[in-house]
């Protein structure tokens, strides 16, 4: 049943059916549209809860209806809104995630799985979501050489240079779990955050019409960065890594800016190693700390607290 399902269900086209549905009864304060931060926590943490129920506590119980996914990022987002901006209604507020990385780099925008191409093809193919959206599809068995192709593309990072992905991948298989000799963490943050980004990068334009999008969606809207533990790659590339980082960052941020209109916000960007589900991987994950941290920061850009609040 379950390889059945797999087969034929698209999980992307199912969450989005089932906001829609939820917006037309009228049951989305908020609207969230994540990424894989909105999915896993630390091993350690005391509080399970993710972004999307710690945003609800901290907006006083509010309804929030998310569409996360691993690897979700502008090019997925921009089409929701697309679709979703078509019906009636709108939510009181709007949520994103906003992840440099997901967004351009090439190692998750050429991925066979994480590019989404055959959902970005079913969503492309909805002008409007007046009707009901289908998820159900026959989805054909990934081409093997479809990995082959991906390992092939060329790569140039800050700090290896240039290189191919799968060149790349070999030298980070076979370390085990953590904690890892210093050379296979560096190798991490420079596969992961390595890739420097230009006006040219093909992501930045999908940056551009997600801040389209958003204004068009016409509701008060905040995002929060799913950024790299900072700490940890400066400890790795000692000053280095951070002003890279944040170049990178500056880049995403005025692509969005420049479209989606003088109200937008986006918060985050404060956060410690303690606050990274693994400070060691460089991806970015959060522990319990990090996302209230974050959903604390994404309430208070919402509605602001009055003054002489110190909650």
Excluded at 163 to 184: C, M, V
Aim: glycine share 8%; with cysteine; charged share 25%.
């Amino acid at each position: 049943m379950r390889e059945l399902r797999d087969r034929h269900v698209d999980p992307t086209l199912r969450q989005l059916a089932r906001v829609r549905r939820q917006l037309l009864r009228g049951e989305v304060d908020v609207l969230l549209l994540g990424d894989s931060s909105c999915l896993f926590g630390a091993a350690g943490d005391t509080d399970t809860a993710m972004i999307p129920e710690l945003i609800a506590r901290e907006l006083g119980g509010l309804r929030v209806a998310a569409i996360s996914g691993a690897g979700y990022s502008a090019r997925q987002h921009a089409e929701f809104l697309r679709i979703l901006g078509t019906l009636p209604v709108r939510p009181q507020y709007l949520v994103t995630s906003v992840c440099v990385r997901t967004g351009c780099s090439v190692h998750v925008t050429q991925h066979p799985t994480y590019s989404y191409e055959l959902t970005r093809v079913h969503l492309a193919q909805i002008d409007s979501a007046a009707r009901r959206i289908r998820y159900v599809h026959r989805k054909p068995r990934t081409d093997p050489s479809a990995y082959d192709r991906f390992h092939a593309l060329p790569v140039t990072t800050r700090w290896g240079g240039a290189s191919t992905i799968g060149a790349f991948r070999d030298r980070l298989k076979g370390q085990g779990p953590p904690p890892w000799p210093i050379e296979h963490e560096r190798a991490l943050f420079d596969y992961f955050h390595g890739e420097e980004y230009s006006s040219e990068t093909p992501g930045i334009a999908d940056w551009v019409e997600f801040g389209r999008q958003v204004a068009a969606y016409g509701v008060p809207t905040v995002s929060y960065r799913t950024a790299a533990p900072m700490a940890r790659g400066e400890l790795n590339f000692p000053g280095e890594f951070e002003a890279h980082a944040q170049s990178n960052i500056k880049l995403v941020d005025d692509a969005i800016r420049s479209t989606a209109g003088a109200d937008y916000q986006i918060v985050g960007g404060d956060l410690d190693d303690v606050d990274f589900a693994n400070a060691t991987d460089a991806t970015e994950h959060f522990s319990i700390s990090g996302r209230l941290k974050l959903a604390r920061a994404i309430a208070r850009a919402l509605i602001p607290p009055l003054p002489g609040d110190q909650t």
